[in-house]
């Protein structure tokens, strides 16, 4: 990993509102008003990372931007990072090549007219992916994205033209201007807390956040001890850790690693600290 500054924890908030629902076909009251939650929680969530002095990287769907307007504009005027995260937070393997671009610049589009924010980064919904979505994200000028896992806390540089052949060795295709900020799904507070039944199963969610979060510092404390100088990215829904204990546990893990040394950075400023570390290209109409 090139040279970075001080090691650094990305908090990021996907603020799905009722997209997500949406996308899964799910538009009566019940799923709606969990969808609802993520906007009521915006406000506290906000008046933490102000007590704070941290500023976090919001990826917010287009959809959210169009229906709770007031919500991103405060998002944007706190000084935070607003990233894509699709328009209806529609996996973007079910979206060819046009629809997929189509979906990004619609979203684009949005968050400019609500907030007046040119987004740079990029996270898909659901973490999905295409082996078109880097071209897609390079095409409209995202200097970033952060939805794949390859590594735990070394950014790289997204690839094209990967070949998977199951009868053959998987071949690496050639890295791209993207940086990636990679994320897990055990640094993601959804499927921690988050209850959801489903017609194939259910998602139990509702653990308990101290457990949760002496996890998430765990990475962290080891980050600080092997890889000085890594990334962290952790990734929370608004309405998901909006819930009363769960802020008290956000709080007190947000407060064991001010006392640590590193850095809270949003995505976009992390992603150009790596590229100049590391010497990389810079994408176009950056």
Known sequence: MPD????????????????????????????????????HAVPRILKMLRE?????????????VETYPEQCAAIAEAGHEIALHGYLHEPVSTLD????????????????????????????PGWDFTTSTVEVLLEVGCEY????????????????????????????GRPTPLVELPVSWSLDDYPYFEFRQTASGVLPGLRN??????????????????????VCVLTCHPQVIGRGHRMLGLERLLDACLERPLAFRTCLDTARAFRSASGGPEPAGS
């Open 4 to 39: 970075m500054p001080e090691s650094t924890v990305c908090l990021t908030f996907d603020f799905d509102a009722i997209s997500s629902w949406l996308a899964r076909g799910q538009a009566s009251p019940g799923p709606i008003s969990r969808g609802e939650f993520g906007a």
């Open 52 to 64: 704070r002095g941290i500023t976090s990287t919001f990826f917010i769907p287009g959809h959210t």
């Open 97 to 124: 090549p046009a629809a997929e671009l189509a979906t990004v610049l619609r979203a684009r589009g949005a968050i400019r007219k609500v907030t007046g924010y040119e987004a740079r980064g990029n996270r898909t």
């Open 145 to 172: 994205d952060s939805s794949l896992m390859a590594t735990d806390y070394t950014p790289y540089y997204a690839r094209q033209g990967d070949e998977a052949d199951p009868d053959g060795p998987y071949r690496f």
């Open 209 to 230: 956040p101290d457990g949760v979060f002496g996890n998430w510092l765990g990475d962290i404390d080891y980050m600080l001890r092997e890889e000085p100088g890594g």
